[in-house]
């Protein structure tokens, strides 16, 4: 990696910490920046989570309160205010917001009209956050690192089938047998980012904004920019939304991709690899043959 990319790799994994309403800077973690100093060739770890970042009180609080929503905490902003944050609480009567604020796991975000935000500070944390929610879902929170440090060539290569190889070993690795994830795209795309995230060399990206809407996951390398929009499908039981099986899935992803010109990004000097993947709520996995360059 070149200085620039690693300086923006510790930006993005470690920064991003604020505790004062006033501060007009966001810190780094020093514990995290020290450690990769003292091993930068084991990569960005999560020095965080190896630290105590999954606490065992919040974990097991989690559990009895079976509504933890790790799509709502990673995805969009959550917004206090001042009063929420100097209040003091029974821990059977503390938001989940501010519990995950006081353990750590959000920082604050002020807005120029004086309004506060509740957001994980970095992709650090947010590994974490993912980590805390399989913890508090009986889930695993393991992933095949070797697959995944080794992702750059197959999707500089276009390799599609690799590259569904790699997802599905991350999903079998983490989900287990009882697990709802795959009622849910997002929560797969969720664990596959976390994943990703520390072990994979290269730029990711979820809920990226464009004029059109959000692109689902993006993983940029030296040479690729690869765009993917994820669609599952719904069997029948799921009584609240139409049934969809893996070819309307595919065509609907596809779709998506082409009317809001995912990735299309101006005077990019990566190639364009855009994939739509269908995730099969039956068989918990990635299909390779519903999996398409578009």
């Known amino acids: 990696m070149s200085k620039e990319a690693v300086y923006a790799r510790l930006e993005q994994v470690y920064d991003g910490f604020q505790f004062a309403v006033e501060a007009k800077e966001t810190l ?4 995290s920046i020290l450690s990769f100093l003292k091993n930068p060739g084991d990569g960005f770890q999560n020095y965080w989570y190896q630290s105590g970042g999954v606490s065992s ?3 097991n609080y989690l559990k009895v309160r079976d509504d ?5 905490y990673t995805d969009r902003e959550i917004a206090v205010d001042r009063e929420q944050l100097a209040d003091r609480y029974e821990i059977s009567t503390i938001p989940r917001e501010i519990l995950l604020w006081q353990a750590g796991y959000f920082s604050l975000r002020t807005r120029p009209n004086g309004g506060l935000r509740l957001v994980p500070p970095n ?7 993912l980590r805390l929610y399989l913890v508090a879902n009986n889930l695993k929170p393991n992933a095949p690192r070797e697959l995944i440090e080794n992702l750059v060539a197959p999707i500089d ?29 997002r929560s797969v795309r969720d664990i596959l980012f976390a994943a990703l995230y520390l072990f994979a060399p290269l730029q990711l990206f979820k809920e990226r904004e464009s004029v059109r809407g959000y692109s689902d996951l993006e993983l940029v390398t030296r040479q690729t920019h690869m765009v993917i929009e994820f669609k599952r499908t719904r069997p029948s039981c ?4 139409k049934p969809r099986n893996a070819a309307q899935s595919l065509a609907e992803a596809i779709a998506q991709i082409e009317s809001r010109h995912y990735g299309e990004v101006p005077f990019s000097v990566q190639n364009l690899f855009r994939v739509a993947m269908v995730i099969s709520t039956e068989e918990k996995r990635i299909l390779p043959e519903f999996c398409r360059e578009v």
């Open 57 to 59: 009180l919040v974990a």
């Open 123 to 129: 992709g650090e944390v947010e590994s974490s956050l």
């Open 238 to 241: 799921e009584k609240e939304k």
């Open 68 to 72: 933890f929503d790790f799509i709502r």
């Open 157 to 185: 290569g276009k390799d599609l089938p690799a590259i569904v190889q790699t997802f599905n070993a991350v999903l079998n690795a983490c989900v287990s047998v009882h697990a709802a994830i795959f009622r849910d795209e």
């Open 28 to 31: 780094y973690n020093p514990w």
